[in-house]
């Protein structure tokens, strides 16, 4: 099928650059599913976070360098940017790790709402006394 004269010419997209794109996005999907698991399996949520940033940097870089379209130059770093915000919410959740252990397990075993809310004030005082996990 030939193209009409009018037609604007296509620019070619770096396939490259899009499979990163994906792996990122996909990385980020997953890794924030397995976040709703309980501890200690949430923390592959951080493993996969990192790993989203890491390819959405590479994303990054091959997005200025190839000088790809408008939206890309604009959705690549967008990616990137939450995977990184991600990743470091998760990092403070194992950083208080025995927290928020102890807060799933109180959560889990609450009946009433007088119960939950005073596993959520523990959790809250615990966390405020900022003392992290020390391997527990």
Do not use: H, W
């Not at 980020?28 to 309980?38: D, H, K, N, Q, R």
């Not at 408008?70 to 959705?75: A, E, F, K, S």
């Amino acid at each position: 099928m030939a193209e009409s004269p009018n037609t604007p010419a296509r620019t070619p997209v770096d396939l490259r650059l899009l499979r990163r794109m994906q792996l990122t996005f996909m990385l980020l999907v997953a890794a924030y599913l397995i976040s709703f698991t309980p501890l200690p399996y949430s923390i592959g949520s951080l493993v996969l976070g990192a790993a989203a940033v890491v390819t959405g940097i590479l994303s990054v870089i091959r997005a200025f360098v190839v000088n790809v379209p408008g939206m890309l130059r604009v959705t690549v770093p967008l990616i990137t940017v939450a995977a990184l915000l991600f990743t470091l919410a998760q990092g403070v959740q194992t950083i208080f790790y025995s927290q928020t252990k102890a807060f799933q397990e109180c959560q889990a075993g609450a009946l009433t709402e007088r119960s939950k809310a005073a596993c959520e004030r523990d959790y809250q005082r615990s966390i405020l006394r900022l003392e992290p996990s020390t391997g527990s």
